[in-house]
């Protein structure tokens, strides 16, 4: 029979890689503007920085001042007026220290020579002179006619005009012309003599005294005119004064001029509130009438009445006491006696993170937004009870632009309150460049010179009161020199997987700054990047000018932006958001440093930026007011290339080989080969190579971080529970002999492991190591280069490069083109027709563009066509397919306990009715499942027999041996194979992959270093 040869073809990889493709605005890739190529927009925001709430500052006055404290004593003035009363009585009457003869007698009608000598003093009390002689007046006269006549008489008589003028007024005017000293009196008080200081420090003078209110205190004057002639002239007053004349009258009796013979004239004036000064004059006056004279004999007669004949005068002036006096005072201040703390205050920020502040001045908050006693200064009871005008000054120096300021005389009885609302007022120091620590004041109490009245009661004197309240101080802002460290939040921003090695040298980072902050602020930033292995890369960025608002309104916002390139740092202010032009541009660039573009060229997944915010100079501080910054990322696809490599993408499924198919390919194969196709329209060439493993998870590489990466994966995605991933080449470590690493998820035999390959194992603490899966490369092939790329470089033609002035340079011109054939040996045939899905993925590796630019356009695309073709032999290609038995589990290392049961499971493959299933704990290493005599005897025994084929078995072990050999097979009851040696037809059979252990739970204890191993991973082929 002649032998024909097919060929069976299976697509690998069947994909075209299209730039265009990638356009994703949820990630952040979108078109550049003329639409060539792509450009990754990135744009977020920082959590904002907020200025901390101004903190009310408490001032807590709360005084009651009163000064002098005690009050201000009255005075002590000792000054005593003694009284004065002076009763005179002028009486013509018999001297009785004279004799008989020597008596005043009138003349009669004889002409007798009389001696009328006048003896002078009052009755009982005569006047001497300096020798101790008698006091008199000697007059004789000589009467003719008449009868001599003596006093008192005892009738009436009668005497001439001329002798009555003669002897009697000239005498009794000539006596009062001798006391008329003591009728006119000057007392001095002597108030000029006082030492007033001594007194009272204010008083420069006592000017007045002031009498007090009695009948008690008057002054008097009695007339009695007993003569037979009228008293004339008669006036007394009292008058005061401090010099020469005395002009201040206290009391004038002048109202009966003329006092009668035989009448009286008294008057009194009572001295209550009248003031005297330091002179005091009393006076008085009266004269005795003459009569009328005739020079003919008949003079006229005057008659003179029984008795004496005699004028009664009476003086008297009584003041008991001074009510006050009218004083002169001196300059006076009572600043000194006034007791104000200093009222400083200690704006203390500390706790939000003001380390040191220096106030300048500060806006006061508006009555809307403060509390009842919040920026309120309340001067009350503001009073004098001093009996003088006090003048008062109170400024508070540190308001602008009200003046917080009293200007104003105090008087007694009208007291002052004033409220003074600070809302708006701007507090500074008197000097706008001096620190403001404490509020200035300036305060002046003092009496002017003045004149007042000041009671002689003993009472005191009063003082001056005030009542002073600020309770605390609420700012709208604040201005200083101040440093802070502001608060402020890292941010991380998600970055798409990229190309590690990939360099954006256009990208740009722009940080968009918002401010309504007026102060220097500085700010470092930290951009830290993390790529997909873990690594991190840092940037520092300095900034030392951030943009503040030019006013503080509410709507007024600085920006600034910062971009970073690869030329640098670029810092822009416009100091409004509506302005166009920059207010501020400046570059900053280093040649040696790393930039934004080392950043992005580290392919980061994600980046984070961690602001360091500070203040440090003057400026206005806002509560409330914050800085916010967002940044954009703008990465136009314009690279330079490193060499790197990375998967191409996500795997493709070969799906599991029905049982025929696999059975012809592996019994009838003749021949293997992959060819493929490649077309490369990308502007780099590149390295390709296709991966094949049993999961859809491939680790990047074989570096420990990358490892860590795919155990993080395969348990997010449900594949395994291992703690770590290691990789073993050989074999012989994987030998279940060894016992220290579960192979059964990768092969069902250990003569199914291929020596070389990458088995990927599972470590795991709470059991054995597992091997998890395989990467098995299939074949590596050379994409071709790029056939032209566009440049924009006039001088750099030629048959690479091609010349365009509108087309980007490093854009792809003409692709490359390439076709590759690769055979494929035996145990990869195997291998890739084992039971169950297969995973194949592209794996690139690009050579890099040697510093050279390329830009990626949407042109730009990768396709690849691959299939792998099997040549077989007719031989067995139309021999029916052998069914096969497979145990896959136990299936090798586990430990079962004789207390339990456990399930047998198997895979059938083709058309098998029942079975058989048997043990033997035989140790013979060459135990077989052809072999019955390992099946039954001392070794072996029947677990079930002639059983459905359901797949699945549960066995109870209660009554095995404790043993390290027990092995498991399973046999068709029906010969169902075709034994193509012999042309004979056999029962299937299989046994597991390695021995199993089986102990008794009684031996087991809690110390046990051994635990059972029940196999965690139930994925196996896609089958269980």
């Known amino acids: 029979m002649p032998t024909w040869f097919i060929d069976i073809k299976m697509p690998l990889v069947q994909q075209r890689y299209e730039m265009a493709d990638i356009t994703d605005s949820t990630n952040g890739i979108f078109f550049t503007e003329d639409s060539l190529g792509f450009q990754i927009v990135l744009e977020g925001s920082m959590d904002p920085t907020v200025l901390p709430d101004l903190p009310v500052i408490p001032i807590n006055l709360d005084i009651s001042i009163a000064a002098p404290d005690p009050e201000l004593d009255g005075i002590d003035l000792s000054l005593g007026v003694p009284p004065i009363n002076i009763p005179i009585s002028i009486l013509i009457a018999p001297n009785p220290n004279l004799s008989d003869d020597l008596q005043l007698q009138l003349p009669d009608t004889a002409d007798i ?472 541009e400046k570059l900053t660039g280093c040649d040696t440093c790393a930039t934004i573009i080392d950043i ?131 074999c012989s470590e994987l030998s279940p002999d060894g016992g220290n690493i579960y192979i059964f998820n990768v092969m069902t035999d250990f003569s199914e492991c291929i020596d070389g390959m990458p088995y990927l194992i599972g470590y795991n603490e709470s059991g054995l190591d597992t091997a998890i899966s395989y990467v098995d490369t299939l074949f590596k092939f050379i994409l071709p280069d790029p056939g032209q790329l566009y440049t924009d470089d006039s001088t750099n033609q030629d048959d690479f490069f091609v010349y365009s002035d509108s087309l980007p340079a490093g854009m792809i011109a003409e692709p490359g083109y390439a076709n590759y054939a690769s055979p494929m040996t035996t145990e990869r045939i195997r291998l890739i027709t084992d039971p169950g899905n297969h995973y194949v993925m592209p794996w690139f590796h690009l050579n890099g563009t040697n510093g050279e630019g390329i830009f990626l356009s949407i042109q730009d695309y990768l396709e690849v066509g691959s299939f792998i073709t099997f040549r077989v032999s007719s031989t067995g290609m139309f021999a029916p397919a052998n069914p096969e038995l497979v145990i896959t589990w136990p299936n090798g290392s586990e430990i079962l306990y004789t207390d339990q049961s456990y399930t047998i499971k198997w895979q059938t493959y083709g058309d098998i009715g029942n079975i058989n299933l048997d043990y033997s704990i035989d140790p013979d290493s060459t135990i077989s499942a052809e072999n019955d005599w390992h099946w039954g005897g001392d070794d072996g025994g029947i677990i079930a027999e002639d059983i459905s084929n359901m797949g699945t078995f549960d066995w109870d072990i209660s009554g095995l041996p404790v043993t390290d050999s027990l092995r498991i097979r399973i046999t068709s009851v029906d010969k169902v194979v075709l034994n193509l040696e012999t042309d004979k037809m056999q029962i299937a059979r299989d046994m597991n992959g390695w021995y199993l252990k089986v102990r008794n739970p009684s031996t087991v204890t809690s110390t046990t270093t051994n635990p059972i191993f029940i196999n965690p991973y139930s994925r196996k082929w896609n089958r269980e």
């Open 113 to 584: 020579t009389i001696d009328t000598t006048v003896y002078l003093g009052f009755p009982g009390d005569p006047i001497f002179d300096e020798y101790g002689n008698l006091q008199m007046i000697d007059t004789t006269l000589i009467l003719s006619n008449w009868t001599p006549f003596g006093f008192p008489t005892e009738s009436v008589r009668h005497t001439s005009g001329k002798y009555y003028n003669q002897i009697v007024v000239a005498a009794f005017n000539q006596f009062l012309a001798l006391i008329g000293d003591s009728l006119n009196q000057v007392i001095s008080l002597g108030l000029d003599t006082l030492d007033v200081s001594s007194m009272a420090p204010f008083l420069a003078s006592i000017d007045t005294l002031i009498i007090s209110s009695s009948d008690s205190n008057y002054y008097l004057t009695s007339f009695k005119n007993s003569m037979p002639t009228s008293l004339t002239d008669v006036f007394s007053y009292l008058v005061t004064g401090n010099s020469d004349p005395l002009t201040d009258t206290l009391a004038n009796h002048s109202n009966m001029p003329t006092v009668a013979p035989g009448t009286t004239y008294e008057e009194s004036t009572i001295l209550s509130g009248k003031g005297i000064t330091n002179y005091l004059n009393l006076s008085t006056n009266f004269a005795l009438e003459s009569a009328p004279e005739l020079e003919s004999e008949g003079d006229t007669i005057v008659t003179i009445p029984p008795g004496s004949l005699y004028v009664d005068f009476t003086i008297k002036f009584r003041i008991e006491d001074f009510d006050s006096l009218d004083v002169t005072t001196s300059y006076y201040s009572l600043t000194d006696q006034v007791d104000i703390d200093t009222m400083s205050f200690d704006v203390d920020m500390e706790d939000q993170g003001i380390s040191k502040m220096e106030l300048f001045q500060a806006i006061l908050d508006s009555p809307d937004n403060v509390g009842f006693s919040q920026n309120k200064l309340s001067i009350t009871n503001l009073e004098s009870s001093l009996p003088f005008d006090m003048e008062f000054l109170m400024d508070f120096k540190n308001f602008y632009p009200r003046e917080v300021r009293i200007d104003t005389v105090l008087r007694k009885g009208e007291p002052h309150n004033y409220i003074f609302l600070l809302g708006g007022d701007t507090l500074r120091a008197s000097d706008p460049d001096t620190p403001l620590s404490q509020l200035e004041l300036d305060l002046d109490i003092a009496l002017p010179a003045q004149q007042a009245t000041l009671p002689l009661d003993g009472s005191s004197l009063g003082n001056f009161t005030m009542d002073m309240e600020m309770e605390a101080l609420k700012f709208s802002s604040l201005e200083a020199y101040m440093f802070m460290e502001m608060p402020s939040s890292p941010t991380q921003q998600e970055l798409p997987g990229g190309l590690t090695g990939a360099i954006p040298y256009l990208a740009n980072f722009e940080i968009i700054m918002k401010s309504q902050i007026r102060l220097p602020i500085l700010m470092n930033m930290d951009f830290t990047a993390t790529n997909s292995l873990g690594e991190v890369m840092t940037l520092p960025v300095v900034v030392d000018t951030i943009g503040f608002p030019s006013s503080g309104l509410p709507e007024d916002t600085s920006m600034t932006i910062i971009g970073l390139s690869r030329e640098g740092t670029k810092i822009t202010i416009y100091e409004t958001l509506d302005d166009s032009l920059p207010s501020y």
């Open 600 to 730: 992005l060229g580290f392919n980061p997944v994600t980046l984070d930026i961690i602001p360091t915010v500070r203040v440090d100079g003057r400026g206005t501080i806002e509560g409330g007011k914050s800085i916010q910054g967002g940044f954009k990322v703008t990465m136009p696809l314009a690279l330079i290339l490193e060499p790197m490599t990375f998967p191409g993408g996500t795997p493709t499924v070969l799906e599991e080989m029905d049982h025929d198919t696999r059975n012809k390919i592996r019994s009838s194969l003749i021949h293997s080969e992959m060819v493929f196709d490649i077309t490369n329209n990308f502007p780099f060439a590149s390295k390709l190579a296709v991966l094949l493993s049993n999961l859809e998870s491939f680790p990047i590489d074989r570096t420990l971080e990358a490892l860590s990466t795919y155990t993080d994966e395969l348990d997010s995605l449900g594949l395994s529970t291992a703690d770590s991933v290691y990789i073993i080449r050989n």
